[in-house]
């Protein structure tokens, strides 16, 4: 059964395969990445920003545990270097003294004086073999010394470097906290306006409505212009008939008075 869904599954993904690159030969992995990424992009985008926010600052929350593991590991480095430097401090007194001894040993083998602390009297050869112990075990010390005191410059420099980490991370963290705040302050600004305004129009919706006024304007005035036109030139009042045998001039005379006659300036002399 597992089997036979197995080969399916295969089958289907060749035969997928195959369409996509029938469809669009070699260019089909490219097709198949854009549209990866145009699905992942547009996923992201629908994602909330107070959701982005709140990711973001879980984010930088979880800096904290390791900020403090930084500190854990300072603090450690710097008691390790501590002790290394009292260690090299009393191996090197141990050293100086053993240093002295030897000087001692080598003025006896010089003087013949064979005697050391206490007036012991030692045999030339006993001094030998104890100078022999002394010095190889002085010279061990010297090269113990030499590693020890170069693992503690490496250390010194640990420390100094976990030290500029941790300021880094720290003021790292404080910047994005308070860049993050910064962010989410303009989204409450942005969203306090969004719901301050009474209406809210795209482009296309405000250029329609502003089209749909213009023509309602545009029709009232060819209304308004139609109708003053048709008062001026429509023939609405009764018609005039003047009857050819009468004589109007005279009938306005008789009713009115003669027109006034103009006399010259000769006239007003006389």
Do not use: W
């Not at 029938?22 to 985008?45: C, I, N, Q, W």
């Not at 005191?149 to 880094?168: D, P």
């Amino acid at each position: 059964m597992a089997c036979s869904m197995m080969k399916k599954g295969l089958l289907g993904a060749t035969l997928g395969a195959g369409a996509l690159y029938l469809a669009f030969g070699t260019s089909a992995p490219s097709y198949v990445r854009t549209a990866f990424h145009k699905f992942r992009d547009g996923a992201k985008s629908s994602v909330p920003v107070q959701f982005e926010i709140d990711r973001a600052r879980g984010e930088i929350a979880a800096l904290e545990p390791a900020i403090k593991d930084q500190i854990e590991n300072l603090a450690r480095a710097q008691v390790d270097v501590e002790h290394l430097d009292r260690e090299i401090v009393a191996i090197k007194a141990n050293h100086e003294t053993e240093g002295k001894v030897l000087t001692a040993l080598k003025d006896s083998f010089k003087t013949g004086d064979f005697k050391l602390a206490g007036n012991v009297s030692y045999t030339e050869d006993e001094l030998k073999a104890e100078a022999k112990t002394r010095l190889d075990h002085y010279r061990q010390v010297k090269e113990l010394l030499k590693d020890k005191e170069e693992t503690l410059k490496a250390r010194q420099k640990a420390v100094i470097a976990a030290r500029v980490q941790l300021s880094q991370m720290a003021a790292t963290k404080q910047a994005l906290t308070t860049k993050l705040a910064g962010i989410e302050a303009r989204l409450r600004m942005i969203e306090t306006t969004k719901e301050s305004n009474e209406f809210n129009f795209d482009d296309s919706a405000l250029a329609r409505a502003k089209s749909s006024v213009t023509d309602l304007e545009k029709r009232l005035d060819v209304m308004a212009r139609t109708a003053e036109m048709e008062g001026k030139f429509s023939d609405t009042g009764i018609p005039v008939i003047i009857e050819p045998t009468r004589d109007v001039q005279k009938e306005l005379d008789a009713e009115f008075g003669p027109p006034a006659v103009k006399t010259s300036a000769g006239d007003k002399n006389l």
